[in-house]
């Protein structure tokens, strides 16, 4: 076992996994606390797809999210809180540079590297992500839940 796999392991699963279930909790006590509709939405990886050894840790700790993501949609369909995640993709955010950069040795322009080998040459983008956030939030979703959206740039399975 690597030396601090453990606390790796603890620390990953308190932010990715454990947090979002309490956040996930209060929303459903307010929400039906008040008789209300409502809807979340998480933030997952493509790591949850199991694509990267390296990051075993976080791909666990994605996989629960997603699992939580699916039972919680499935718990709260009559109380009308609807429960969906993003699978984010390959995208230049500040938590990715210094894994890239650094942890795996890419170099400072590691996101141009990567962006070059992608079939639409580009990363995924913030705004992206934030526009199909605010499109599960919305009534425009419907009676969508449960969904685990891959935001990918490939057919995950195909």
């Known amino acids: 076992m690597l030396p601090g796999a453990v606390a790796l392991w603890d620390r990953?699963?308190?932010?990715?996994?454990?947090?979002?279930?309490?956040?996930?909790?209060?929303?459903?006590?307010?929400?039906?606390?008040?008789?209300?509709?409502?809807s979340i939405v998480n933030n997952l990886s493509?790591?949850?797809?199991?694509?990267?050894p390296v990051f075993a840790v976080c791909a666990a700790t994605r996989g629960a999210l997603?699992?939580?993501?699916?039972?919680?949609?499935?718990a709260h369909l009559a109380d009308r809180v609807r429960d969906n995640g993003i699978l984010m993709?390959?995208?230049?955010?500040?938590?990715?540079?210094?894994?890239q950069a650094g942890t795996l040795g890419k170099g400072a322009n590691w996101a141009a590297l990567v962006a070059a080998e992608m079939p639409l040459n580009r990363l995924l983008?913030?705004?992206?992500v934030a526009r199909l956030a605010v499109f599960l939030l919305?009534?425009?979703?419907?009676?969508?839940?449960?969904?685990?959206?891959?935001?990918?740039q490939k057919a995950i399975g195909a």
């Open 125 to 128: 983008t913030n705004d992206e």
């Open 138 to 152: 919305s009534d425009a979703s419907g009676l969508m839940t449960g969904a685990l959206i891959d935001m990918e």
């Open 12 to 38: 990953l699963f308190a932010v990715n996994a454990r947090a979002p279930f309490l956040l996930m909790q209060a929303v459903i006590r307010d929400t039906t606390g008040r008789g209300a509709a409502g």
């Open 46 to 52: 493509m790591k949850a797809q199991c694509r990267t």
């Open 66 to 74: 997603a699992t939580l993501t699916k039972n919680a949609a499935h």
């Open 89 to 99: 993709g390959r995208a230049a955010s500040p938590a990715e540079q210094p894994v």
